[in-house]
């Protein structure tokens, strides 16, 4: 499977951007997704998963309450709905999906066997 992420652009802070994923090849409905970022300079890190029913999203702490992460299952994509953005949300964004139990491996880079190519996404006034 293959996955693209579209959506990523520039916006000014309190803004707002909906980040795609859509797969191709093999049906990717039972992947669990997530979406992970990496910013200059720094280490990629965790923003969200769900599994793959669509359910038990998860978020790191600093986009709790602003960002939205949700799976069409029929669709086979997922997107993240991102609300009031703020300039330390500036990064390149991935869509991930990954097999096998979703239990606290979901936050770890290392448990998402198949990437997309990122997006990036530019929060600045």
């Known amino acids: 499977v293959q996955l693209q992420a579209s959506g990523g652009g520039s916006v000014q802070p309190g803004g707002s951007l909906r980040l795609s994923c859509a797969a191709s090849g093999d049906s990717y409905s039972a992947f669990n997704m997530g979406w992970f970022r990496q910013a200059p300079g720094k280490e990629r890190e965790f923003v969200a998963s769900i599994s793959w029913r669509g359910t038990d999203p998860s978020y790191r702490d600093s986009v709790k309450g602003r960002f939205t992460i949700s799976k069409d299952i029929a669709k086979d994509a997922a997107s993240l709905q991102m609300n009031s953005l703020k300039s330390e949300d500036t990064a390149v964004y991935y869509c991930?999906?990954?097999?096998?139990?979703?239990?606290?491996?979901?936050?770890?880079?290392?448990?998402?066997?198949?990437w997309g190519q990122g997006t990036q996404v530019t929060v600045s006034s």
């Open positions: 991930v999906a990954g097999q096998g139990p979703y239990g606290t491996n979901r936050y770890t880079s290392g448990y998402y066997d198949v």
